[in-house]
């Protein structure tokens, strides 16, 4: 293969899709205001009030004194029978096992503990041990309240000191817990994923049909290039523009709307990478198949927002059914989304995206067989 040809052709395509007024339109214009739009649209919500599970066995009258206690410090209670870790149950903020019955424990005077989990100790847990001590006391004072009432406690037992049950603080990781991406977190990767597709499967692949259509492809083959090299150099062709746009994106994202690509900045660009070469894939499958520019254009376009929709471009996979989540994996741009949110939202290693990236990388290994395989059957 003549390296020489193969990088002069190569550049040569890449120049001339640059030359194009809509390439400039889409891939370097209208992310700008796309990635904008959907940050400021879907930015965080307000700060919600802490979440606290209270797992509570046996309820009695005494549990409600306890949860009346902390939604009246501002607290966000769910109360559950028992924790068996259920996605249905919020593992944000605070976990308190309550005792069962833990009104008729404090009459009875049998030893009752209360059980705080917290991922990590600090004010916050501090504050919600008070709270929890307060409704202890304020119950053991209704308690004797009523004794009173009844006429059943000697006056000795107003001098003996007021304890409260024991309650017992731990800071531990109780199941595991994400931030949602929101705001220009979820619009940056989003829109990044997306306008690399749409520069590859698009603006590329519209640009290889017209240059088959017109007959560029086989005059090339009457220079001294082989076959192979006319079709390889398709491929880094088209590579290098999803490349291009990849790291144009990086670019406006740190500059224009202050994102860093995270602590691993080389794994963020292998899994684009990676995502350019299952485009780059598709792209000349379908200029190999597809027989006109307005094909290739409408196909282009349905299947960039289609994956896009699909693959949590546009929402996070995080707020997804199960059953679409198990789709938005399966697919490419689902892969990039997912491990691009690990490293630039949840900033975790590199060790959590290579899968990610071996998928893609295999996905595209296929896709360029077919696709070299199609491209040399048409230009024969």
Not at 195 to 219: C, I, K, N, P, W
Not at 225 to 249: K, R
Not at 257 to 283: D, E, I, N, Q
Request: charged residues 15%; aromatic residues 6%; proline residues 8%.
């Amino acid at each position: 293969m003549n390296l020489r040809a193969l990088s002069a052709i190569a550049l040569t395509d890449l120049r001339r899709s640059f030359r194009r007024k809509d390439t400039i339109l889409w891939l370097l214009l209208m992310p700008l205001p796309y990635t904008w739009f959907f940050g400021v649209a879907f930015r965080e919500a307000p700060e919600e009030p802490t979440p606290v599970t209270v797992v509570v066995p046996s309820p009695d009258a005494g549990t409600a004194v306890l949860t009346d206690a902390l939604g009246k410090a501002g607290y966000a209670v769910t109360t559950v029978p028992e924790w068996n870790g259920q996605d249905e149950y919020p593992k944000a903020g605070f976990r308190v096992d309550l005792p069962p019955a833990p009104g008729a424990a404090l009459l009875e005077g049998r030893p009752a503990t209360i059980t705080v989990r917290a991922r990590e100790a600090g004010p916050d847990l501090g504050r919600l041990e008070v709270e929890l001590r307060q409704g202890t006391m304020e119950l053991r004072a209704r308690a004797l309240a009523a004794l009173l009432e009844t006429g059943t406690v000697s006056p000795g037992a107003l001098g003996r000191p007021l304890e409260a049950p024991p309650i017992h603080v731990e800071a531990r990781d109780w199941g595991p817990h994400r931030e949602v991406p929101a705001g220009f977190k979820q619009s940056i990767p989003g829109n990044m994923v997306m306008f690399v597709l749409m520069s590859v499967l698009v603006t590329g692949a519209v640009r290889l049909v017209q240059d088959r259509e017109l007959g560029h492809l086989r005059r090339m083959l009457s220079w001294p290039v082989s076959n192979g090299t006319v079709v390889t150099a398709q491929f880094l062709s088209l590579g290098l523009l999803g490349l291009v746009e990849a790291v144009y994106f990086l670019l406006v994202a740190r500059l224009i709307f202050g994102r860093s690509p995270g602590p691993h900045p080389w794994a963020v660009v292998a899994v684009l990478a990676a995502l350019v070469a299952v485009a780059t894939g598709a792209a000349v499958l379908l200029a190999s198949i597809l027989r006109t520019l307005r094909q290739a254009v409408a196909t282009g376009l349905f299947l960039t927002l289609v994956l896009a929709a699909l693959g949590g471009c546009w929402w996070p996979l995080e707020i997804m059914p199960g059953w679409l989540k198990t789709v938005a994996l399966a697919l490419p741009t689902g892969q990039a989304m997912d491990a691009l949110v690990r490293l630039t939202v949840w900033n975790e290693g590199t060790a959590s995206v290579v899968p990610a990236i071996l998928r893609l990388s295999l996905l595209a290994a296929v896709l360029a067989f077919a696709a070299a395989r199609t491209l040399r059957a048409r230009l024969a």
